[in-house]
Nanobody, 122 residues
């Protein structure tokens, strides 16, 4: 599976962005998909995940602000980000793994795309 993230950019605090992650392969619907982020000087952290069965999960710090969704026909996963804060500034990565019941952590993911930079100005 190859993943290509896009949609990052510079936005003012309180603004919105939508990230997209396009995947290759014929069995996209069988993959759990996740978004992770890494800020300068910090470790990569889980942001949001959507399982192949439709379950969604979010990190506490984005609940109520971010929404993850997927379009299996388009083989794309989205991250709608609203009420952005300067603390959301990071490189955002999408990742994939074969259908699993495990919690979504970075070490549990098998495939990674190149990140897309999100910068939120105050």
């Amino acid at each position: 599976v190859q993943l290509q993230a896009s949609g990052g950019g510079l936005v003012q605090a309180g603004g919105s962005l939508r990230l997209s992650c396009a995947a290759s392969g014929r069995t996209f619907s069988k993959y759990d998909m996740g978004w992770f982020r890494q800020a300068p000087g910090k470790e990569r952290e889980f942001v949001a995940g959507i399982w192949s069965v439709g379950k969604r999960d979010y990190a506490e710090f984005v609940k109520g602000r971010f929404t993850i969704s997927r379009d299996n026909t388009e083989k794309t996963v989205y991250l709608q980000m609203s009420s952005l804060e300067p603390e959301d500034t990071a490189i955002y990565y999408c990742a994939a793994r074969w259908d699993s019941l495990k919690d979504m952590t970075d070490v549990s993911m098998d495939y990674w795309g190149k990140g897309t930079q999100v910068t939120v100005s105050s």
